[in-house]
């Protein structure tokens, strides 16, 4: 069946780099999109990114400076990279992707930004 | 990037009323090539992750009560739940998908009275 599942550093220091990593299963990444969405404490839902099937990407354009979101197709990985991170990038962060009408997200990765 | 406007940002209702959320964007989400609306309704829990429930704007995920109902086109859409149940106090959110970046509205939060 179909699983995404969010890994990463549960705390990172201000101006440092996140790396997170979203592994699939269950499908081919070479076939469907997969999206990046974070969520802020206690606030919304923020888009943050999509690597296509075909691997071109697009950007949230207020993170669009900070963030990079790459793939290993062989891996079943797609990777977020966001640098010079702040406090307020503190949240949850979600890897979600759609297959026809079903939609599928994982369970998110909460990540802190503190010193 | 389009810009979605959602309200009221809460709600206090008794079970068993019917409750509507407004969801406007800032230009038409409707795509003349096969006239659908690309808008989505997400349902979030305390600590859960997003659960779609409408798609193209007025049809159900595949599970989902048929109390939940979208409507609307171009850039004013309605989620409307009937007789609200107690399972349904979550956070709902409206999504387009038109075009990137796919912007989120801010999110109604829907509580008991």
């Known amino acids: 069946q179909v699983q995404l599942t969010e890994s990463g550093p549960g705390l990172v220091h201000p101006s440092e780099t996140l790396s997170l990593t979203c592994t699939v299963s269950g499908f081919s990444l070479t076939g469907y999109s997969v999206y990046w969405v974070r969520q802020p404490s206690g606030k919304g839902l923020e888009w943050m990114g999509r690597?296509?099937?075909?691997?071109?990407?697009s950007y949230n354009s207020a993170l669009k400076s900070r963030l990079s979101i790459s793939r290993d197709t062989s891996k079943n990985q797609v990777f977020l990279k966001m640098n010079s991170l702040q406090t307020d990038d503190t949240g949850t962060y979600y890897c979600t992707a759609t297959m026809g009408i079903r939609n599928y997200w994982g369970q998110g990765v909460m990540v802190t930004v503190s010193s | 990037d389009i810009v979605m406007t959602q309200s009221p940002s809460s709600l206090a209702v008794s079970a068993g009323e019917t409750v509507t959320i407004n969801c406007k964007s800032s230009q038409s989400l409707l795509y003349s090539g096969n006239q659908k609306n690309y808008l989505a309704w997400y349902q979030q829990k305390p600590g859960q992750s997003p659960k779609l429930l409408i798609y193209?704007?007025?049809t159900r995920q595949s599970g989902v009560p048929d109390r939940f109902i979208g409507s609307g086109s171009g850039t004013d859409f309605t989620l409307t739940i009937s007789s609200v149940q107690a399972e349904d106090l979550a956070i709902y959110y409206c999504?387009?998908?038109?075009?990137?970046?796919?912007?989120f509205g801010a999110g109604t939060k829907l509580e008991l009275k």
């Open positions: 193209w704007a007025s």
């Open positions: 690597m296509r099937y075909n691997g071109d990407t």
């Open positions: 999504q387009q998908y038109y075009d990137t970046p796919y912007t």
